[in-house]
């Protein structure tokens, strides 16, 4: 195929990989809360190479009843009742995120979405969860996803985050990390980068014109 005909809806058999990451009050998605969301929504070039595109985010407010894991919220450094959060309902938040990749499935001609997660069945689990506790109509597959931890392990020997990021030749600030943007943002390096990566070498073996 020539450049120009490169279309991300052809290299997913029709699906949209948009990275997630959430940050919680523990790891119980049924009853521990959901305290931030953030998506990065990929594109491809004309070269068939995925890059980041764009990224959404919002803080969430704790559901009805929800758990707040005193240990969880340690790690992430969040408070779910600072006043400054700016945190949105569950189905406000969901909307919110699920608008731009909506809009973005319809212009790529995909079907769907496909989460694309490090370890993605904890970030698919609450997402699935918040989707059950507000019935918002979802974007992603209900349980398909792609999974860097698998994906490094496969490209780098590294399944944890921080060092396939970096394995992959990308800086990774401790600092920062354990936000949602931040994770979201290096989980979409990592990605694109094994995807491209698998490209290139199809493209100089002949197999990918």
């Known amino acids: 195929m020539s450049d120009s005909t490169y279309r ?15 940050e919680t009050a ?11 969301i953030a998506a990065v929504v990929l594109r491809m070039d004309e070269q068939g190479m995925l890059y980041r ?9 704790p559901f009805p009843g929800a758990n707040l894991d005193e240990a969880s919220l340690a790690f992430n450094g ?12 569950e189905a406000e938040a969901l ?3 699920f608008e731009p990749i909506r809009q973005e499935i319809k212009e790529s001609g995909c ?37 860097t931890a698998t994906l490094g ?19 990774w600030d401790n600092e920062a990390a354990h936000s949602a943007i931040y994770d979201t943002e290096k989980t979409a390096d990592l990605f694109c ?9 199809h493209q100089q073996s002949g197999l990918v014109d």
């Open 8 to 22: 991300i809806a052809d290299r997913f058999r029709g699906f949209l990989p948009v990275v997630i990451d959430v």
């Open 78 to 89: 969040i408070d779910p009742h600072h006043p400054f959060r700016d945190a949105m309902q």
């Open 193 to 201: 980068n094994i995807v491209n990566s698998w490209q290139e070498m």
């Open 111 to 147: 079907s769907r979405a496909i989460l694309v997660g490090h370890n993605p069945f904890f970030d698919l689990g609450f997402l699935n969860a918040a989707i059950k506790r507000t019935k918002v109509k979802s974007p992603f597959h209900a349980f398909s996803s792609f999974d």
């Open 26 to 36: 523990g790891f119980n998605a049924d009853t521990d809360a959901l305290l931030e």
């Open 153 to 171: 392990g496969l490209a780098y020997g590294q399944t944890v985050l921080a060092k396939a990021v970096q394995a992959a030749g990308f800086k």
């Open 95 to 97: 909307e919110k995120i």
């Open 53 to 61: 595109h764009q990224t959404h985010d919002c803080h969430v407010a």
